[in-house]
């Protein structure tokens, strides 16, 4: 008797022990299992992809019938765990949301898809009409190191007592990796132009507008007519992304494309070719020009486009030359650096507050100075126009990621529509009724416990190896149709 007793005693105490062994998360986990509402939090954070960073909402809607006043529809968080739902951060980072920013990738590489293709209520004639790929970069602010490309090279070959005014070698003749922390750092920190760098940044979004004005003109020279005329004849949209560079420089890959003058449903005229497009791309990168505000301290800078420039035809799948690029070769490389920040290889996600900040900001010493030279110079009231203390983490740059032409294609807000309806279902019974929808939401928080994050996480793993395995299959041909990778 006494030794069943003691045999049980025992057990409750190694059951107290392990307990207390055990991580926090793993306590988290326990308790999060025993909840009530656990598989229905697990099938919710499933519909969202398993999403890093939820925002939690309460509420209710209710959608009745506008003569009788029927309920046809209510849906209420009031029996879902916790009294909440959690819906989708939508982030575009990679680095704060994997899941999230694999469906924006998956919508940018749509939009600039229909703008290509056609499709997603965009006529299927764009794919006849001019388009270019076109890639454009900052210019030269000093030398940094360069990675080794495939065939080995090195890095700016030394020549012997080549030194610059500081007393640096001017070359370096190593052979870095892609991934070592020299590539990109300027040789000599004091050669380098700074707030050249961080001007060209500032007036980076003012270039490319001036570009798109000036490629209009080219063209309607080219036709020999005003350039107030040209719409009458022809319209030029485009989407373009901006993409940093590992020397912490913004450049830009565009999609150019020529309509006629009622837009992407209206053929351009048979003049607007992709040649004579091809040479006002090319003309308007050699002269367009912007001038900064003029400071004692910068002088008056004009800002050009870099001569690293790439124009090349886009070509529909089936007509693939060796020199043209596809349609969805573009719309896949433009969605992939829409989920990386500028924060990825250069600057930080979050606004810089004060001096202090940049100095403990986790960047290397190359990127701080642009940062410390952006906060310099934005103090300076001749540059104020410029906000460069604003975009301090951005290294002066303050466009978006991604913009595009009205024009050009579908829109984000439209294709995620597209999706609440797919998944929200029963639309269709309700669209011969007048109908009154009333929604009462309210923000009740974010985040996961680092159980949730866990599980999460598992859960979006699984996910991602789904779709690998769905890609595989399709390549073999095994499934067709529906199954869509993005
Ligand atoms: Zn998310
Ligand atoms: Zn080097
Ligand atoms: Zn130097």
Request: glycine share 10%.
């Amino acid at each position: 008797m006494s030794l069943i007793t003691d045999k049980a005693r025992r057990s409750v105490l190694d059951e107290a022990e392990r307990l207390r062994l055990l991580s926090s998360t793993e306590r988290d986990l326990i308790r999060l299992v025993h909840e009530p509402g656990f598989s229905r939090w697990l099938d919710q954070i499933k519909s969202i992809g398993g999403c890093a960073h939820p925002i939690y909402l309460a509420g209710h809607t209710t959608t009745r019938d506008a003569i009788t006043g029927e309920v046809l529809r209510h849906y209420d968080t009031s029996s879902e765990p916790g009294g909440r739902m959690p819906v989708r951060c939508r982030n575009r980072r990679e680095t704060r949301c994997a899941p999230c920013s694999y469906l924006h990738a998956g919508d940018t590489f749509h939009l600039v898809r229909s703008g290509l293709l056609g499709g997603k209520g965009l006529s299927d004639g764009v794919r006849h009409h001019p388009r270019l790929f076109v890639t454009l970069t900052a210019p030269s602010f000093g030398a940094v190191h360069r990675a080794s490309d495939a065939d080995g090279g090195i890095c700016r070959p030394r020549r012997d007592g080549g030194l610059c005014d500081h007393g640096r070698p001017l070359g370096c003749g190593q052979r870095h990796a892609e991934t070592d922390s020299a590539v990109g750092q300027p040789l000599c920190r004091d050669c380098y132009d700074y707030p050249g760098h961080v001007l060209w940044h500032a007036s980076a979004g003012k270039l490319w507008n001036r570009y798109c004005h000036m490629l209009r003109r080219h063209l309607a020279t080219a036709a020999g007519i005003t350039q107030t005329r040209l719409r009458e004849h022809l319209a030029v949209s485009f989407a373009k992304v901006a993409e940093c560079q590992q020397r912490g420089a913004v450049h830009f890959h565009a999609v150019i494309r020529l309509d006629g003058p009622g837009g992407p449903s209206s053929p351009p005229p048979l003049w607007a070719t992709t040649d004579r497009l091809t040479d006002a791309v090319r003309s308007a990168h050699t002269f367009v020009e912007v001038r900064t505000p003029y400071s004692p301290a910068t002088g008056e800078r004009v800002i050009r486009w870099g001569e690293q420039f790439d124009v090349r035809p886009i070509r529909s799948e089936a007509f693939t030359e060796s020199i043209a690029i596809t349609d969805s070769a573009v719309a896949a490389y433009v969605a992939k650096y829409v989920s990386k920040s500028v924060g990825d290889s250069g600057g930080v996600d979050y606004r810089i507050q004060d001096f202090e900040s940049i100095r403990l900001a986790p960047v290397n010493s190359h990127l701080r100075t642009l940062m410390a030279t952006c906060w310099r110079l934005g103090g300076l009231p001749e540059l104020g126009a410029l906000n460069l203390r604003a975009w301090a983490h951005t290294l002066g740059y303050r466009g978006h990621v991604l913009t595009k032409s009205r024009q050009y294609s579908t829109t984000y807000e439209a294709l995620r529509a597209v999706r609440a309806d797919y998944q929200g279902g029963g639309r269709f019974a309700l669209e011969s009724r007048e109908i009154v929808t009333e929604s009462i939401w309210r923000y009740v928080g974010s985040g996961h416990s680092p159980a949730e994050a866990e599980l999460a996480y598992g859960i979006a793993e699984d996910l991602a190896a789904l779709r690998v395995i769905r890609k595989e299959l399709m390549e073999d041909g095994t499934v067709s149709g529906c199954a869509n990778i993005w």
